[in-house]
């Protein structure tokens, strides 16, 4: 029901676009958020968006925008100046509950796509 | 809100019992709790929600309980497939965003 796509080897300062394509649910009624997790470490909330709120790590502040296209059934994550602590399973999640209430238990679980951020 | 889990590794076998820890640095409000699993090369699967409420799908087997800063995720009669690691997370919006734990791993004994 949720697919990530376009994890990538990148150089440090570099930029990837990130997307998360959802089926089988009304995507415009739930927050959307992406998680990840580097390698051998556990998880790590990176960014929610609500039908136009958005929010996001200290970590990644400034650097990372989320958006997302309703008539695609679409999320997101664009992700500039990126350093080696970026390495990680970037994971898309779906809010439990509808609403847009952005701040939710997640239900249900991307794959995950596999960003490595090296020289 | 700092979740701490505990213990980092659980060494248990088939048929007992597993108690794993989570405590929060702050009261969470309303129980806005939830624990996940996951295995290898897997993506976590929501278990608990509200500290207490079973995801669709999760067997009686496993149940949550807690309230304030201390919360449990208890599993009965552990099951091959139950060995995994499983985190924490406080949602909510107060603070505005999610936290995770550090994560329990469940391996077998």
């Known amino acids: 029901q949720l697919l990530e796509s376009g994890g990538n080897l990148v150089q440090p300062g570099g930029s990837l676009r990130l997307s998360c394509a959802a089926s089988?649910?009304?995507?415009?009624?739930?927050?959307m958020s992406w998680v990840r997790q580097a390698p051998g470490k556990g998880l790590e909330w990176v960014a929610s968006?609500?039908?136009?709120?958005?929010f996001f790590a200290d970590s990644v502040k400034g650097r990372f925008t989320i958006s997302r296209d309703n008539s695609k059934n679409t999320m997101y994550l664009q992700m500039n100046s990126l350093r080696a602590e970026d390495t990680a399973i970037y994971y898309c999640?779906?809010?439990?509950?509808?609403?847009?209430?952005?701040?939710?238990?997640?239900?249900?679980w991307g794959l995950g796509t596999p960003v490595t951020v090296s020289s | 809100i700092v979740l701490t889990q505990s213990p980092g590794t659980l060494s248990l076998s088939p048929g007992e019992r597993a108690t794993l820890s989570c405590r929060a640095s702050?009261?969470?409000?309303?129980?806005?709790l939830a624990w996940y699993q996951q295995k290898p090369g897997q993506a976590p699967r929501l278990l608990i929600y509200?500290?207490?409420s079973r995801a669709t799908g999760i067997p009686d087997t496993f149940s949550g309980s807690g309230s304030g800063t201390d919360f449990t995720l208890t599993i009965n009669r552990l099951e091959p497939e139950d060995f995994a690691v499983y985190y924490c997370?406080?949602?909510?919006?107060?603070?505005?965003?999610?936290?995770f734990g550090q994560g329990t791993e469940l391996e077998i004994k």
């Open positions: 968006i609500g039908n136009r709120e958005t």
């Open positions: 702050q009261s969470i409000t309303s129980n806005y």
């Open positions: 509200g500290a207490s």
């Open positions: 089988g649910f009304t995507f415009s009624s739930y927050s």
């Open positions: 997370q406080h949602y909510g919006g107060s603070p505005q965003m999610h936290t």
């Open positions: 999640a779906k809010d439990g509950v509808s609403g847009n209430r952005i701040w939710d238990y997640f239900d249900c």
